[in-house]
């Protein structure tokens, strides 16, 4: 299947745990993201890799820590956990070249924090 | 700062009626903008797109409308089933940025 896929898709940790989410896509895109969903099911980007070079990077704290070994996986690194972590994380690509902007995400991963 | 409201918040419906999304929106210059469908537990699917020049898009029972003067979009759901509960998304793309500007979402839960 073509698709974005995600593990873990649940990740259960304590607090001050270092842990690590995976992203791969198969759609041949040049473009991924990471995108936190709160508890408010708010969107909010995180992250953004064209071609493995890092494009968008917002107000994210140093303690997460984006990897992409190639185009097609963008991996997210977590530092020292805190409780304000837990949410929902999801991965998406996308063709830059397409114009439309349509992103594909990933199923999801939801980290909780205790 | 690019912006993108979604009302109403929540809605319940009985199965088979209709129901009307809103979205607005303050994004500029404007590229298109999507309405996605995020079920429960599940990353957002893209149900339709919208560019400047389109009034009005169906999908099946789904029916988009903009009206890029006023920055203004809705998603209207006719004769819902119960595989339509689902938060649904409006996302609006700028024409000179990547990144795109998303609304919190209007969830549906369709009942029996």
């Known amino acids: 299947d073509t698709a974005v896929s995600q593990t873990p898709k649940y990740l259960v940790t304590q607090m001050g745990n270092d842990k690590s989410i995976k992203c791969e896509q198969n759609?041949?895109?040049?473009?991924m993201y990471w995108y936190k969903q709160d508890s408010k099911k708010f969107l909010k980007i995180m992250f953004s890799?064209?071609?493995?070079?890092?494009?968008i990077n917002e107000t994210v704290p140093n303690r997460f820590s984006p990897k992409s070994p190639d185009k097609a996986h963008l991996n997210l690194h977590i530092n020292s956990l805190e409780l304000g972590d837990s949410a929902v994380y999801f991965c998406?690509?996308?063709?830059?070249?397409?114009?439309?902007?349509?992103?594909?995400f990933g199923p999801g991963t939801r980290l909780t924090v205790l | 700062k690019n912006q993108v409201e979604q009302s109403p918040q929540s809605l319940i419906i009985l199965e088979g009626k209709n129901c009307t999304l809103q979205?607005?929106?303050?994004?500029?210059?404007?590229?298109?903008l999507r309405w996605y469908k995020q079920d429960t537990g599940r990353g957002p699917v893209s149900l339709t797109i919208?560019?400047?020049?389109?009034n009005t898009k169906s999908n099946g029972r789904y029916t988009a409308t903009l009206d890029a003067d006023t920055k203004q979009s809705s998603l209207h759901i006719t004769a819902s089933q119960l595989s339509d509960s689902a938060s649904y998304i409006c996302?609006?793309?700028?024409?000179?940025?990547?990144?795109?500007?998303f609304g919190a979402g209007t969830t549906v839960t369709v009942r029996a």
């Open positions: 998406a690509s996308s063709d830059p070249w397409r114009g439309d902007g349509e992103q594909f």
């Open positions: 759609l041949g895109h040049d473009t």
């Open positions: 890799y064209n071609n493995k070079e890092l494009i």
């Open positions: 979205c607005n929106y303050t994004v500029s210059p404007f590229s298109n």
């Open positions: 919208m560019t400047f020049s389109e």
């Open positions: 996302v609006v793309s700028p024409s000179n940025d990547y990144k795109l500007s």
